[in-house]
């Protein structure tokens, strides 16, 4: 990400004419988000995982340490302390509209940060543009991705890790004093944090380092210095030193705890046939896209459905027309997106590297997990830096740029139409829980064999609890005990309910 732009970026938009005009190119950004996140709000607690972690919650709170410790120790992974305590909050947490808010405007956080994050380190002003591509292309998947399966998994990490790195750019050319040196102890900390919650995070973290030092070599290699120089003025900075030691002490972290509590978890096998490792990392990458999904599009939908999804379109296109005027100051936009996709593959090799994750992919056509969702960030630079290609090497960049426009609107739409499509199947599901809960006063549904409650609260069996764990009628019972209490049912429905029998070893 190579720029010698010395101008600091910032949130950018070529401006309209006037202020109206501005107010207009912003409240249409805010009506954009809204349209294409507002089909987020169902599709939770679907994934057997999220309905564990939120039995546990329901069984209380030795239920939820005991799965924290057994899935560490499991798994070997010393970040499960954390994530899967961070995980089980999610599963709470999704419960009603007001903790999806959360969840979704955190999720809406974390892009904008990486956009200026990418802004800062392109030194372009492409923070607008490139937050209103990450929202308008992002596809509603819930297979195991967030935001709608663990809805916090990769978010609070990410947010820990970007926010850490953006203090230390704000504190690149601050005076040696002891305020700045405090903020930096502070963000190193926040950025090992980060990392530590788990694998996920932690290639996240190391792949903005690598951007990051990729960019600085490269941007010095423009002033003339011979690589062995740079690579060791880089080497004796004070920085730099920081960041070895925050990488090195999570990985002596998660060292020596799988070297204590050795892993018996299949799910990290390692299988290293060349074939079948690139298809997988290829496919889990354009799993964050809406390409593999295109042919939903041939379904036929409501008007309103083709009205929104017109809308959205439209009106992306017309904000990232008035945004792309920053694409001009990135300096080397080809040498940008080679590094951006070599974050992509980056972030996505270390799951696509298991024997598991071969076989869903391969044979089973079930790519797309968490690390989807990492490289989907690294992607949407990459077409960031295409647009700036092609508006470089166009004869008539305001034609090339209407053009551009038009395209990605036009994906925007796709992408639309597509979330629409899988929000109306989650409706379904998320009307399981609705109807659940308007049965928790109804004390002949709580008295009723498993089969009956099933038939009552959920017939199709939409949701699903792991095979080794109670039957999921334990958890119906658990969870309209919690909705009795809340709705001052009587009191002989608010009782205790069973706790689980069992932990898994999650994914």
């Known amino acids: 990400m190579m720029n010698m732009n010395r101008s600091g970026p910032g949130p950018h938009m070529e401006p309209p004419a006037n202020a109206m005009g501005r107010a207009v190119i ?32 329901l069984s209380g709170p030795e239920a939820v340490e005991a799965h924290v410790r057994y899935l560490a120790t499991y798994q070997g992974r010393v970040g499960q302390l954390l994530m899967a305590r961070l995980n089980t909050f999610g599963a709470y947490l999704a419960g009603g509209i007001g903790g999806m808010s959360v969840i979704l405007l955190l999720y809406l956080l974390q892009f904008w940060l990486f956009s200026i994050y990418v802004s800062k380190l392109v030194r372009a002003d492409i923070s607008v543009l490139l937050f209103i591509l990450l929202v308008v292309l992002h596809p509603l998947a819930y297979e195991h991705m967030p935001p709608n399966s663990y809805p916090l998994q990769n978010t609070v990490p990410f947010i820990f890790i970007i926010v850490s790195r953006l203090v230390f750019f704000r504190l690149s050319d601050a005076a040696d004093t002891l305020w700045p040196r405090l903020l930096s102890a502070l963000a190193w900390m926040l950025f090992v944090l980060g990392m530590v919650f788990g694998e996920f995070s932690f290639v996240f973290g190391t792949a903005l380092l690598l951007a990051e030092y990729v960019t600085r070599i490269v941007r010095a290699s423009r002033s003339g210095d011979s690589f062995e120089r740079i690579v060791r003025s880089l080497a004796r900075a004070p920085r730099f030193h920081d960041d ?41 990458i354009l799993a964050g896209t809406v390409l593999p999904r ?39 936009p080809a040498l940008t997106g080679v590094l951006a996709l070599v974050c992509a593959v980056y972030v996505t ?17 079930l790519c797309g997990y968490l690390d989807t969702r990492v ?41 639309h139409l597509h979330n629409w499509s899988v929000s109306r199947q989650m409706r379904q599901s998320h009307n399981v829980w609705k109807r659940a809960s308007m049965l928790a006063c109804d004390p002949a549904v709580q008295a009723a064999d498993n089969d009956r409650l099933m038939q009552l609260v959920d017939p199709e069996g939409r949701i699903i609890l792991h ?35 069992g932990t898994h070893g999650g994914k």
């Open 26 to 57: 912003i409240g249409l950004i805010a009506a954009i988000v809204f349209m294409s996140m507002r089909l987020y709000v169902y599709g939770y607690r679907i994934a057997a995982d999220d309905v564990e972690f939120f039995f546990n919650y």
């Open 244 to 284: 070895v030691w925050a990488v090195a002490l999570v990985l002596v972290a998660y060292v020596g705890f799988g070297l204590a509590h050795p892993t018996q978890y299949g799910g990290h096998d390692v299988a290293l046939d060349a074939p079948r490792l690139l298809e997988t990392v290829a496919r889990h």
């Open 294 to 332: 295109i042919d939903v599009l041939y379904i036929p939908f409501p008007w309103t459905a083709y009205l929104q999804a017109a809308a959205v379109g439209a009106g992306a296109a017309v904000c990232i027309y008035y945004c792309s005027s920053g694409l001009e100051g990135i300096r080397a």
């Open 349 to 365: 090799l270390p799951l696509a590297v298991t024997s598991k994750q071969q076989l869903w992919c391969v044979e089973w056509d």
């Open 375 to 415: 490289s989907y960030l690294w992607v949407i630079v990459f077409v960031v830096c295409c647009m700036a290609l092609v508006l470089r090497a166009a004869s008539g960049a305001r034609l090339a740029r209407i053009a551009l426009c038009i395209v990605l609107g036009t994906a925007a739409a796709a992408t």
């Open 467 to 501: 095979s080794w764990l109670p039957p999921v009628a334990d958890m119906w019972r658990l969870f309209m005990r919690r909705e009795a209490q809340g709705r001052n049912c009587p009191a002989s429905l608010q009782g205790a309910g069973p706790s689980p029998t």
